[in-house]
């Protein structure tokens, strides 16, 4: 058996031995910068008020207060970051930014509005519906809550929630986009007079102008009204002739509207549309599909190609592309382009699954080319995925074989303006310069928890740190020390071994590095990392010399590292560990009666150790003691239950007592709670087969060879059930298998638990 397998207790045990040597263990980074973080203009400078009352808190001794300012600027730093970010495209990252803020200040209104406009972006309507509410739980008369909520609702499809939460938005503050997204829900609930009211009032407070029109029109096109659309876009158009948009979304609404004669009208309008906005995908991409329709194959080609310009990472255009190439016999061409549109399609679904068309025409090619199996395989997928698409892949009235532009993509954008690059990098850096201070602020977080003990929400703290800034003083002795004294060894080594790199005189991270080493079963690391401690700082701490005589042990100095064991038995006789540790040092030389009686000495100090009980069973298991080691194993697992290990070994040990329905039981637990452990897969198709149920006993048997394909006698039982199940080149194969393990090396399964 692995002792990786079994929660290891001992160090823990050593703790009570060891001087506490944690004074002065968690250091702020005092020296770090002040992060200076200056807020945009017309924004309240909130950062920099709430990272100084925090440093003059914690500089006056009062850790809560400083905590919860600490928290404050975190989270308004995370804020920023993940709107900024939104804006950008960045989703995923966002997300991640929004929940970090979140559980640092999960009563903050504004940041759950915020992040509930991200679900609204990334269409996770419960979420954002979730946030929104309890955003106006915090606080139930925010006009913002009410307005953001209503939004939600809207996208969810429900107008009449919508205009109740919409309403009390646009009373308290009567913006143009409160009421915009209030005409809307009147136009799904069809109440078109008080649109047009809501319109009146927004031409007398904002002025006549084309852009008010342009919105107003799509308005009334998102919602099918198509006739009055049309009548606002030519208002806009009537105010300003090169006014951006108009010309595109007036040709959809003319092919809304009569599809028969709408066709010339969309095209018309949007070649009227790129005289205007040269540069818009959706202008070039309209104009390629309604040549296609048309059968205008060079006009189509142009725009199709123009388009797949534009927007480099939509596949639509290629699609669409491919199918013409197809149509005019230009296979290399229509397998390029269909190639890069399936590479570009991350989401099957998108387009209502429009991409199992790319898949078909590549299949056709391929096939038509001589390559008939992967012709074959794209055929098939686009059968697959040509099941899944749905009648609302349609677009208001039109063919499948037209698939639109996206519902994000389709919405009026603000113009650009030549001042948007510089902003951004005006921003960018900006959110770099929040940095240090958002480390540093995690960093104190840290400290403050490990202050009260609470390791691992230090240790979460001090990885936040290290996200925002990893060269941050003292964060890797802080994050090392916070893991090693949660118990999460391997997580400790790294920072604790870089810190030592540029601090090696700092003897208590050394002992803690040496100890996780320990904890892990790296020995010769515990050897080489304790020997630079001085030897009376090993010798006079007994966790650190007891760590130290047990790796020498493991590591082939067995004399010098007993002789050093029967030393602190002499020094502690009353500490279980040590014990403990004696114990297994004979173990590992197959001295399990000496074993034994170090391990009930260790007992007889403390019965409350299931990992003693475990070991102790696992030598009278050697000795051929099963009924006592089955003993042990119950004692183990009454203190620890769920621990797996020891139930297949309690198991192991009453087969072996010939009490297999219980064993058989067991066994079903161990690998319903260890899925990867291959021994008890083994036992379980073992006992199975001498049942009589051979095809059940080869699923588990096939398990555990996959789990452990290095073991010869997995194969050999294998063999066996195979042929018993009248398989006969199955069962010579794994006999070869095992046959030729046995020449390579010498198995030692017969004398092993697991057979």
Excluded at 186 to 200: E, S
Excluded at 328 to 347: F, G, N, S, Y
Excluded at 552 to 577: C, F, I, V
Aim: proline content about 4%; some cysteine.
């Amino acid at each position: 058996m692995s002792k990786r397998q079994h929660s290891r207790s001992l160090l823990i045990r050593l703790f009570a031995l060891v001087p506490v040597f944690a004074l002065f263990l968690f250091q702020a980074a005092a020296q770090t910068a002040k992060p200076k973080p200056t807020a945009p203009a017309a924004e309240p400078d909130q950062l920099e008020q709430h990272y100084d009352a925090a440093r003059t808190f914690a500089i006056g001794g009062d850790h809560e207060h400083a905590a919860a300012e600490y928290k404050a600027f975190l989270a308004e730093a995370l804020r920023r970051t993940a709107n900024a970010r939104t804006h950008q495209g960045d989703l995923a990252t966002a997300d991640t930014l929004f929940k970090d803020a979140l559980a640092v200040a999960p009563k903050n209104p504004d940041l759950r509005l915020d992040y509930a406009l991200l679900c609204l972006e990334k269409e996770d309507y419960a979420e954002a519906k979730s946030q929104a509410e309890k955003a106006l739980q915090i606080v139930p008369d925010s006009t913002h809550a009410h307005y953001t909520l209503g939004r939600i609702l809207y996208e969810q499809g429900d107008f009449a929630g919508a205009k109740a939460q919409l309403e009390i938005a646009v009373v308290a503050n009567s913006t143009f986009e409160v009421g915009y997204n209030l005409a809307l829900t009147y136009l799904h609930l069809k109440d078109l007079n008080r649109v047009r009211l809501l319109f009146d009032e927004m031409i007398a407070g904002l002025g006549d102008t084309a852009q008010l029109h342009l919105r107003f029109g799509y308005a009334y096109w998102s919602t099918e009204y198509a006739d009055k659309a049309i009548e606002e876009f030519k208002r806009a158009l009537a105010k300003n002739p090169k006014i951006t948009q108009a010309h595109y979304f007036m040709g959809l609404a003319y092919l809304h509207r009569d599809e028969d004669k709408g066709w010339d009208e969309d095209a018309q309008e949007q070649r009227e549309e790129i005289k205007n906005n040269p540069n818009d995908f959706r202008a070039h991409y309209e104009l390629g599909n309604v040549a296609l329709k048309q059968r205008r194959p060079e006009e189509a080609e142009k725009e199709l190609k123009r388009a797949s310009e534009l927007a480099s990472d939509n596949p639509d255009p290629l699609i669409y592309l491919g199918e013409l190439y197809a149509g005019q016999d230009r296979p290399v061409e229509a397998e390029a382009a269909m190639r890069k549109a399936i590479a570009l399609t991350t989401d099957p679904s998108r387009g209502g699954y429009q991409i199992h068309r790319a898949h078909y025409v590549l299949g056709r090619i391929l096939i038509q080319s001589g390559r008939r199996d992967e012709g074959a395989k794209e055929l098939k997928l686009s059968a697959e995925l040509r099941e899944q698409t749905h009648p609302e892949a349609e677009r208001n009235g039109k063919p499948q074989d037209v698939i639109p532009v996206s519902a994000k993509e389709n919405q009026v954008r603000p113009d650009a303006t030549p001042e948007q690059a510089a902003e951004k990098q005006k921003l960018e850096a900006y959110l770099d310069q929040l940095k240090p201070g958002m480390a540093d602020a995690y960093n104190n977080l840290g400290v403050a928890a490990a202050g009260q003990n609470d390791f691992i929400a230090a240790e979460n703290y001090f990885r936040k740190a290290a996200t925002w800034d990893s060269s941050l003083p003292t964060l890797d002795r802080n994050l090392g020390m916070a893991a090693f004294y949660a118990a999460q060894y391997a997580d400790a080594i790294t920072p604790l071994w870089h810190h030592l790199e540029q601090h090696p005189d700092d003897m208590r991270a050394r002992a803690a590095l040496g100890l996780s080493y320990f904890e892990v079963e790296k020995y010769s690391a515990v050897i080489e990392t304790l020997q630079l401690l001085k030897a009376e700082e090993v010798s006079t701490d007994p966790g650190l010399a007891l760590a130290y005589a047990v790796s020498l042990a493991k590591t082939g100095k067995y004399d010098e590292g007993m002789a050093r064991m029967k030393s602190l038995e002499q020094a502690n006789p009353d500490s279980a560990g040590v014990h403990v540790a004696i114990g297994e040092a004979y173990a590992d030389q197959k001295l399990y009666g000496t074993a034994i009686e170090e391990y009930r000495k260790a007992l007889a100090l403390d019965p409350s150790q299931a990992r003693t009980h475990f070991l102790l069973g696992l030598s009278l298991m050697h000795e051929a003691t099963q009924a006592d080691a089955a003993q042990e194993f119950r004692a183990a697992l009454a203190l620890d239950p769920k621990d797996a290990t020891t139930k297949y070994h309690l198991a192991y040990s009453l087969i072996q007592m010939q009490k297999k329905d219980e064993g058989q039981v067991l066994l079903r637990e161990v690998v319903s709670q260890n899925p990867t452990y291959a021994d008890a897969f083994y036992q379980l198709g073992k006992l199975q087969l001498e049942q009589g149920d051979a095809k059940t006993a080869i699923a588990n048997l096939e398990t555990s060879a996959k789990l452990s394909p290095a073991s010869d006698y997995i194969h050999y039982q294998l063999s066996m059930a195979y042929r018993r199940d009248s398989r006969t080149e199955d069962a010579e194969r794994e006999m070869q298998v095992y046959e030729t393990m046995k020449k390579h090396r010498r198995g030692d399964h017969e004398s092993s638990p697991s057979n």
